[in-house]
Nanobody, 123 residues
């Protein structure tokens, strides 16, 4: 089993900053991609930022220059530093990981999601 525990989020005024963190634990053989997605009511879940195991990063155009994703491979954690927040950043943010579990013939790679954390930016 794999567990993702998110922390951070909350309410902030426009222009402020928040930091999200996510820790993966359990029967993990290897972690491939990690990242953050967000979803607002009635809308699809959209990619915010992703980072591969070798450090390749991808950002949504809407957050480039404002958000920074980082990961600690030794601790199985990923973080999202969000600066210059805007009201349109208001959403539920989900941690995402692609994790390999098991060994040999039992090895499998699956996507895992955190429980989601609310980020609200007031104008």
């Amino acid at each position: 089993q794999v567990q993702l525990v998110e922390s951070g989020g909350g309410l902030v005024q426009a222009g402020g900053s928040l930091r999200l963190s996510c820790a993966a634990s359990g029967s993990i053989s290897s972690i491939y991609a990690m990242g953050w997605y967000r979803q607002s009511p009635g809308k699809q879940r959209d990619m915010v930022a992703t980072i591969t195991s070798d450090g390749r990063i991808n950002y949504a155009d809407s957050v480039k220059g404002r958000f920074t994703i980082s990961r600690d491979n030794a601790k199985n954690t990923v973080a999202l530093q969000m600066n210059s927040l805007k009201p349109e950043d208001t959403s539920v943010y989900y941690c995402y990981t692609k994790i390999g579990t098991g060994r040999a013939l039992g090895f499998s790679i699956n996507d895992y999601w955190g429980q989601g954390t609310q980020v609200t930016v007031s104008s």
